[in-house]
């Protein structure tokens, strides 16, 4: 079971480029990298999923090294409206999925 | 308007009483989850349904049951064994059991 490790917390201003780092040093190789969002009082959304490299849709980018042994979560342009906890799963096995205390992103105006 | 539903919202009991969240999905999804959240902290499974009439324990099933005998519902019990009751509860589903699940509103159960 790969242990992942985020910042508690990170701030930023709108319209910067924000960039959210995970760590799982012992991936295995069938795990994919997943990240969430979530709003207070709300269930988390599913942002991005990648196995290696990069990865890009209309919401965030997913930067991966050759090492997968880390991971970049990277949200262009921030809006108020951004501020929320990020959570980073690694694994393969639903039975296997954990939600650490994941990263509280404050943007600010 | 497809999505998940869960009721109610909001959920007062007392001690010793059980006491059952509804979770509906209408995404034609064949996996099912419920979840529990408390303060400050992540998500923590408590059982999981691949296909109807099948259900697997999650990391703190202890004190809760489930049954799924249509694709489109997932209703949790929380028993009076359930010695830490009072928290937020969160349902998902996905096409198959993956890591890409989608979440309904929650419902935030007080006990007292």
């Known amino acids: 079971l790969a242990k992942t490790t985020q910042p508690i917390s990170m701030d930023s201003y709108e319209g910067q480029e924000v960039n959210i780092t995970c760590s799982h040093n012992n991936i295995a190789t069938n795990d994919y990298i997943t990240w969430y969002q979530q709003f207070p009082s709300q269930g988390p959304r599913f942002i991005i999923q990648?196995?290696?490299t990069k990865v890009t849709n209309e919401v965030a980018s997913l930067f991966i090294p050759a090492d997968r042994k880390s991971s970049t979560l990277s949200l262009p342009r921030v809006s108020l409206s951004d501020t929320a906890v990020y959570y980073c799963?690694?694994?393969?096995?639903?039975?296997?999925?954990?939600f650490g205390a994941g990263t509280r992103l404050t943007v600010k105006p | 308007d497809g999505g998940i539903t869960q009721s109610p919202k909001y959920l007062f009991r007392k001690e010793g009483q059980n006491v059952t969240l509804s979770c509906e999905q209408n995404?034609?999804?064949?996996?099912m989850y419920w979840y529990r959240q408390d303060p400050g902290q992540g998500l923590r499974l408590i059982y999981y349904s691949q296909i109807v009439n099948d259900f697997q324990k999650g990391d703190i099933a202890e004190g809760y049951s489930v049954s799924r005998e249509k694709k489109e519902s997932f209703p949790l019990t929380v028993t009076s064994a359930q010695k830490n009751p009072t928290a937020f509860y969160l349902c998902a589903s996905s096409i198959e059991a993956t890591y890409e699940q989608y979440f309904g509103p929650g419902t935030r159960l007080t006990v007292t």
């Open positions: 799963l690694v694994g393969d096995r639903v039975n296997d999925m954990r």
């Open positions: 995404l034609n999804h064949d996996a």
């Open positions: 990648g196995y290696k």
